[in-house]
C-alpha cells in the first residue's frame, strides 16, 4: 500500500537530495526552525522534521520564537518545541522550515552567532529568497509538510504515527482542508499517504480550520458589519480597541481575509490588523487573499511582505486607517492592470487566430 510518490523525484531532485543527506547525516548539533506567528505548516513541518530526523537516530532542538497555540497540542511531540531563551550558541546545522526569508524566524535565529552555520532552507514560497546555505525551494507543494512526506520517503523514514500527524495537519492548515487552487492529484496523494500511515483528516480538520472560539466570532461580528467593497476588492480592519471589546485574544481575526475572499462581489481581500511590535511600536499586519485567476503575491512582496498568488501579506508601519486606505488603493491596482494584461492576453490571442485562419483562406 505505502508506496513511494512519483511526486517525490518531480519536487525533490537527485542532486538536492543527496546534497540534503550530505547536509543531515554527519552533523550531530541540529537546530530546526520555523516561523513566527507559527501557522499549521510551520509547527507540523517542525514537527514532523523532528520524527524524521529522530529517526536517524538525532535529537535537534525545535525552536519557535512566537509561542505555538495550545490547539496544536494534539501533535506528538508538541512539548519538545522551546523558545528562543533555550537555543545555543553554536550548532552544526539549522534547518530552516516554511520561511521565506531569514527574518521569519524571529529571534531564535542570531546572525551573529549562526550565521557561519550551515542552513538548510526548507520551503515552498514562491517569494522565498533563497537566503539558504543549501535552499530545497518547492512552490509547486501546497506546504512545507508535503515537502516533508518526499524527504522522509527518500530517508527511509516510515510515514505513520506522529510524523504522519504532524505532516497532515500542515497539508490540512496550508490547503484550508483540501479546498485551496493548489490542491493537485500531488496533495491528495500526500494526503492519502499520511492517512495510510494513521492520520485522519476529519480529526485534523476539526481541531484546526474549524475550531473557533466564541469571543473570535463576536469579533468576527464586528469587523464584518463594517467591511467595505470596492471595485471587487473587499477589506476589513482589526483594531485593538474591538479586539478587546470582543474579548477576543491576538491571533483571533485569523483567517478572515479567507473568508472575505468568499464574497461573490469580491475578487480580491484584505485584513488590516493592529498590533503592537516587541519594541512597542504600532505596526499593520496585513493578510490578501485572491480569487483564482488573481494574484496578491507581488503587492505584497512590494511592499516589503511575501506569499503565494492567491495568499500572500506583509506587515506595515503606520496608523491602521491610514494602512488600510493606502494598501487597498494598491490592491484596486494591482487587479486592475491584471484584468487588463489577461484581457490584452486575449486580444492577442484573438487576432493570431484570425491571422491564422485569413492564412489558411488565402
Ligand atoms: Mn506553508
New binding site residues.
Given amino acids: 500500500m505505502t508506496q513511494t510518490s512519483t511526486a517525490g523525484a518531480l519536487f525533490l531532485l537527485p542532486e538536492i537530495e543527496s546534497a540534503i543527506r550530505s547536509a543531515i547525516l554527519p552533523a550531530e548539533r541540529i537546530l530546526c526552525v520555523s516561523h513566527v506567528s507559527p501557522?499549521g505548516?510551520?509547527i507540523g513541518s517542525l514537527l514532523g522534521m523532528g520524527w524524521i530526523l529522530g529517526h536517524l537516530n538525532k535529537q535537534p532542538t525545535l525552536a519557535l520564537a512566537d509561542k505555538p497555540s495550545a490547539d496544536f497540542a494534539y501533535i506528538p511531540g508538541f512539548d519538545q518545541i522551546v523558545g528562543a531563551s533555550a537555543v545555543a550558541d553554536t550548532y552544526d546545522l539549522i534547518i530552516c522550515l516554511?520561511a521565506s526569508s531569514a527574518d521569519r524566524m524571529g529571534s531564535v535565529y542570531r546572525p551573529a552567532l549562526h550565521g557561519q552555520t550551515l542552513l538548510l532552507v526548507i520551503d515552498?514560497?514562491i517569494t522565498n529568497t533563497n537566503f539558504g546555505t543549501l535552499n530545497w525551494v518547492a512552490p509547486g507543494c501546497a506546504?512545507?509538510c508535503q515537502m516533508l512526506v518526499y524527504l522522509a520517503d527518500a530517508l527511509g523514514a516510515p510515514i505513520e504515527g506522529g510524523l504522519a500527524v504532524a505532516l497532515l495537519t500542515?497539508l490540512i492548515t496550508?490547503t484550508l482542508g483540501l479546498r485551496t487552487s493548489n490542491t493537485d492529484a500531488h496533495v491528495l496523494q500526500a494526503a492519502m499517504r499520511l492517512t495510510e500511515g494513521g492520520a485522519t483528516i476529519h480529526e485534523i480538520v476539526a481541531r484546526t480550520i474549524q475550531s473557533r472560539s466564541f469571543a473570535g466570532m463576536r469579533l468576527w461580528g464586528a469587523i464584518l458589519s463594517e467591511a467595505k467593497l470596492q471595485e471587487r476588492v473587499i477589506w476589513a480592519t482589526i483594531s485593538q480597541a474591538q479586539r478587546k471589546r470582543a474579548g477576543a485574544e491576538e491571533k483571533e481575526g485569523e483567517g478572515l481575509s479567507g473568508f472575505l475572499v468568499s464574497a461573490k462581489e469580491a475578487d480580491i481581500s484584505a485584513t488590516f490588523t493592529e498590533r503592537f511590535n516587541s519594541a512597542g511600536e504600532r505596526v499593520v499586519e496585513c493578510s490578501f487573499r485572491a480569487k483564482p485567476g488573481f494574484d496578491v503575491s507581488q503587492v505584497a512582496l512590494s511592499l516589503g511582505g511575501g506569499g503565494h498568488p492567491p495568499a500572500a501579506g506583509c506587515t506595515l508601519a503606520g496608523p491602521l486607517e491610514d494602512v488600510a486606505a493606502q494598501v487597498s488603493n494598491a490592491l484596486k491596482d494591482a487587479r486592475r492592470s491584471q484584468l487588463a494584461a489577461r484581457q490584452a492576453m486575449a486580444a492577442n490571442a484573438a487576432h493570431q487566430n484570425a491571422a491564422h485562419q485569413n492564412a489558411a483562406h488565402g
Fill in positions: 501557522d505548516d510551520a516554511d515552498h514560497h506546504a512545507v500542515g496550508d
